[in-house]
Structure formats: structure tokens, C-alpha cells
């Protein structure tokens, strides 16, 4: 092969080795690009201490928008048992093309439908007890009947839900989700979908 030849083989070699996505090529030849996979886990790691925040910037059109000063007791309750539920794996590999990615996740969390009826339930029960004891601060007459005072009616479904939630995996679903990631140029960002966002919310509404 003469030197010319040798000199062009050598440039077409080393175009197509550029040309080749990140996902086409070992991490340790690319250096500087990360694996999807750690953005998967660093997204789902933040999710499930209820650092929303954090986890929002591996999000590539979606804010989680969660609150994280919730105002009231039973309210508070709801948001930690929520939180503590959260459960993650990735399952398989995560596979990709181009500067797309994708992976499955199975995800596991508290879901407030299951939950719902036995908590209007208990919180019957619990509000008929402080009645006929006539809990002070928590009960209040009006006209000629004894009811539940805001407070009281708010105390009654914290223990409600404290008393339901010692059977806690009752009330928890799990699901398995497509993942799809797509690289920016500079990090991997995750598309999350709307049946995710609601599995993340528990069932209902936690955006401000």
C-alpha cells in the first residue's frame, strides 16, 4: 500500500470511529459522556428521598413540582408516607441508539385510591369516638348538635391514616415504566411520562 493510500485509509478509519454516538462506543473511550443508566439512578435516588428539586434537573420537560412545606398535620403525614413508600429498580439494561436511551424501571408507591374508602372509614369512626367523649378543643356545639371542630376533623384523619398505615403494603401499587432519555449535549435528560408523574404524586394532586 503506498503512502497515499495508507495516509486516506487512515483518515476514513478515524472519521467513522467519530462518527460513532456515544452509545455505539465504550464509556471509556468517550471519557466525558456519561451512562444514561446513572442519570436513570441518580433521578430515581432523589425521587425517593423527596428531593424533587434536585431530581427535576434530569427532567427534560417536566417540573415535579412538589411541595415540600405542607402545611397541616394530616397533610404532612400524607406527604412523608407518600415519600417513604417510594421503591426503584431499574429492570434490564438500559439500551441505546443514537442520542436516544432507553431502560424500564419498576416503581412502587403509596397509592391514595387504594386507600381512600378505609380512610373516610376510619376517620368516621374516630370522629363518632371524640363525639360522644366530647373532646375538648376538637368538638363544638352548633345549633343544638356536637360536631367536629376544623382541628378535630384534622386530627381524626392524621390517626386514621397512622392506624391504616401499619398495614402500610396494602396501599402501595407497583408498576413497571419506559424510561426515554435523549442526550442534550451535554448530560442525559429523562422524558418523563404523565402515568409516571401520577404514580410520583401517589394517585393525586401535589403540584403548587
Do not use: H
Not at 439512578?41 to 405542607?70: P, Q, R, W
Not at 436511551?101 to 378505609?118: G, H, P, Q, R, W
Not at 374516630?126 to 363544638?140: C, F, S, T
Amino acid at each position: 500500500m503506498s503512502v497515499k493510500k495508507r495516509i486516506l485509509f487512515l483518515f476514513t478509519a478515524l472519521a467513522a470511529i467519530l462518527s460513532l454516538s456515544a452509545c455505539d462506543m465504550p464509556l471509556k473511550i468517550v471519557g466525558d459522556i456519561p451512562e444514561p443508566a446513572d442519570t436513570v439512578t441518580a433521578f430515581f435516588d432523589n425521587v425517593c428521598k423527596g428531593n424533587f428539586n434536585k431530581a427535576d434537573e434530569y427532567l427534560s420537560d417536566m417540573s415535579l413540582s412538589m411541595k415540600n412545606d405542607i402545611e397541616g398535620v394530616f397533610a404532612q403525614k400524607l406527604y412523608s408516607y407518600l415519600v417513604e413508600s417510594y421503591k426503584y429498580k431499574i429492570n434490564g439494561d438500559v439500551s441505546c441508539s443514537q442520542l436516544n436511551a432507553s431502560c424500564k424501571v419498576d416503581f412502587t408507591y403509596f397509592d391514595f385510591n387504594l386507600i381512600s374508602e378505609d380512610l373516610k372509614s376510619m376517620s368516621t369512626k374516630l370522629g363518632k369516638r371524640y363525639i360522644a367523649e366530647n373532646r375538648e378543643g376538637y368538638v363544638e356545639e352548633k345549633d343544638g348538635a356536637v360536631i367536629l371542630t376544623d382541628d378535630g376533623a384534622e386530627k381524626i384523619a392524621a390517626e386514621a391514616l397512622d392506624e391504616l398505615m401499619k398495614d402500610s403494603e396494602k396501599y402501595c401499587t407497583s408498576k413497571t415504566f419506559d424510561i426515554k432519555l435523549k442526550y442534550n449535549g451535554s448530560k442525559w435528560l429523562i422524558s418523563i411520562t404523565d402515568d409516571l408523574f401520577y404514580a410520583i404524586s401517589g394517585g393525586f394532586d401535589l403540584e403548587d
